[in-house]
């Protein structure tokens, strides 16, 4: 932890300044391990591992899947990891902000996972933030942007209470996470006061569509979003060695493609990857798909009113795979912000 990410933090629950008394730093003057303390509600707050942790275990325990899968998969995603450009493509696709519109901003990464995001955001130039309530998530985030020699912050926090101060962040950005909180229209609510006047915030969601009645992986959920994790990981790889070789079939048959989603696995066929990252990327999105305690897909028209009851204008959807939708804050209040 930088002493510097004190200028933002605060007691979660009163919103108060917290006093740190730091046990260990490291040799570049960061903090290793210390305790945050609250002096109005006395609450402390441990630092671990370099990573402030504002979640107790009970409040982390429908994400240990998460945990997991973004240790066991930490690289996959990653592009500087991959040689894909994969990540860098979808965060621009869902945000609609480009290098330029980032560069010395101060960004949060609202469910960070394995830094994914947090990555392609710190190699433009902004100082990130990235906060997720799962433990195993922030530890496997830290080591992906310090192995990539990357400049952030990583926090644990649930993002129904973080712990920052009001109208911080130019930019807040949460990309396929809220649909897995127990309550996504409260985690939607919850993100946009942490805006600052003239800052931007940016959803992607996923998306309540009929064809998702004639899904089978939306009924073989019932089952193993229940199911012990290793159950679990056993399924995904089983049904990845069964429907992978059907979806790269169909990959290459003109409008069987377009069905490949129906197919009881996430099936990630891509130009330009490999058989290996083919499989990778299969593998964790199916454990994903199956693994996630919850998972409430939303409308547009419920992101909307989300955004524009919390204060925030111009929202818009934008022409992206799935449901992508930003909005801004205007400089002189609620309201719509310059077209």
């Known amino acids: 932890m930088r002493p510097s990410l004190m200028e933002i933090l605060v007691c979660p629950d009163c919103l108060c300044g917290l006093v740190i008394d730091v046990a260990q730093s490291r040799e570049n003057g960061e903090i290793e391990r210390g305790t945050l303390r609250c002096e109005r509600c006395l609450n402390t707050y441990p630092i671990r591992s370099g990573i402030p942790r504002f979640a107790d275990s009970g409040a982390e325990e ?163 979003a229940r199911l012990p994790l290793r159950v679990t990981r056993y399924l995904a790889v089983g049904l990845t060695v069964l429907f992978l070789p059907v979806a790269l079939t169909m990959s290459w048959i003109p409008y069987a493609r377009q069905l490949i989603p129906f197919l009881p696995v996430s099936a990630r066929v891509r130009r330009g990857m490999s058989l290996k990252q083919m499989w990778e990327w299969t593998t964790l999105d199916t454990f994903d798909s199956y693994s996630a305690r919850y998972e409430f897909n939303q409308r547009a028209e419920w992101v909307t009113r989300a955004l524009s009851e919390s204060g925030m204008g111009q929202i818009r959807r934008l022409n992206a795979r799935g449901m992508a939708i930003t909005a801004y804050r205007c400089p002189g209040g609620k309201g719509n912000g310059p077209g």
Not at 149 to 154: F, K, P, R, S, T
Request: hydrophobic residues 40%; charged residues 20%; glycine residues 8%.
């Open 62 to 224: 429908y994400s240990a899947n998460f945990s997991w899968q973004w240790n066991r998969f930490r690289r996959t995603q990653i592009d500087a990891f991959s040689g894909l450009s994969e990540s860098e493509t979808r965060f621009r696709n869902e945000t609609g902000w480009t290098p330029e519109s980032l560069k010395g901003r101060l960004v949060l990464d609202a469910g960070c996972g394995a830094g994914r995001f947090s990555s392609i955001a710190a190699n433009w130039g902004a100082r990130v933030i990235a906060v997720d309530l799962a433990s195993g998530a922030v530890d496997a985030c830290a080591e992906t942007l310090r192995e990539q020699g990357l400049v952030a912050d990583v926090v644990q926090a649930s993002i129904y209470s973080l712990p920052f101060r009001p109208e911080t962040f130019s930019h807040v950005f949460s990309l396929g996470v809220l649909q897995h909180t127990p309550d996504p229209d409260r985690a939607m609510r919850a993100l946009p006061n942490l805006v600052a006047p003239g800052g931007h915030i940016a959803y992607w969601i996923y998306e309540r569509r009929w064809y998702q009645l004639f899904m089978i992986r939306n009924y073989l959920r019932v089952v193993s």
